[in-house]
T-cell receptor
Framework: DTAVSQTPKYLVTQMGNDKSIKCEQNLGHDTMYWYKQDSKKFLKIMFSYNNKELIINETVPNRFSPKSPDKAHLNLHINSLELGDSAVYFC?????????FGPGTRLTVT | DAKTTQPTSMDCAEGRAANLPCNHSTISGNEYVYWYRQIHSQGPQYIIHGLKNNETNEMASLIITEDRKSSTLILPHATLRDTAVYYCIVRVWETSGSRLTFGEGTQLTVNP
């Protein structure tokens, strides 16, 4: 059973397009996160939701909009994609303490 | 969150213990030491965490010095599958969830 799943695994799209990445967790956790790992391999937090409420919103362009329809899901919608958005995006979830990460979505903007 | 310092890379022979150091000299009294690893192209994986006592689980052992300014992650019998980037992270325990601030980590290469 997959604990934290993301779709799609790979996403190739052109500049200016709008795309969404979906995340689901079946761990019963209250908190979910989006992290971005760039080409230099640095992992950085983007957003965090607790019980569908936004609690962390890092300095991320407002082209990025997270949406949490329920506790088990946290989706990431990106408008007007730019070349610099190319990265691997990881979803994670936790209750307290340790976080469990999904397999990542590799986004390539051409 | 306190800053951590780790060596950029380390090598270990298969079957031997891998000892990964981490310095966190500015750690606060309420901050925990967490270890995660990221195997190539996969999501980070939680390994272990501790506050001040040494900890052990099925994956690894965590040794924290008495002054809490440094710690060592020990993989007792490293295998090729343990080749990964290991991240030492120091952060406060929060009930509503908090960010993990990842540094550059240590690239551990386990050699046959």
């Amino acid at each position: 059973d997959t604990a934290v799943s993301q779709t799609p695994k790979y996403l190739v799209t052109q500049m200016g397009n709008d795309k969404s990445i979906k995340c689901e967790q079946n761990l019963g956790h209250d908190t979910m996160y989006w992290y971005k790992q760039d080409s230099k391999k640095f992992l950085k937090i983007m957003f965090s939701y607790n019980n569908k409420e936004l609690i962390i919103n890092e300095t991320v362009p407002n082209r990025f909009s997270p949406k949490s329809p329920d506790k088990a899901h946290l989706n990431l919608h990106i408008n007007s994609l730019e070349l610099g958005d190319s990265a691997v995006y990881f979803c994670a979830s936790s209750n307290q303490g340790e976080q469990y990460f999904g397999p990542g979505t590799r986004l390539t903007v051409t | 969150d306190a800053k951590t310092t780790q060596p950029t890379s380390m090598d270990c022979a298969e079957g031997r213990a891998a000892n990964l150091p981490c310095n966190h000299s500015t750690i606060s009294g309420n901050e925990y030491v967490y270890w995660y690893r990221q195997i190539h192209s996969q999501g980070p994986q939680y390994i272990i965490h501790g506050l001040k006592n040494n900890e052990t689980n099925e994956m690894a052992s965590l040794i924290i010095t008495e002054d809490r300014k440094s710690s060592t992650l020990i993989l007792p019998h490293a295998t090729l599958r343990d080749t990964a980037v290991y991240y030492c992270i120091v952060r406060v325990w929060e009930t509503s969830g908090s960010r993990l601030t990842f540094g550059e980590g240590t690239q551990l290469t386990v050699n046959p």
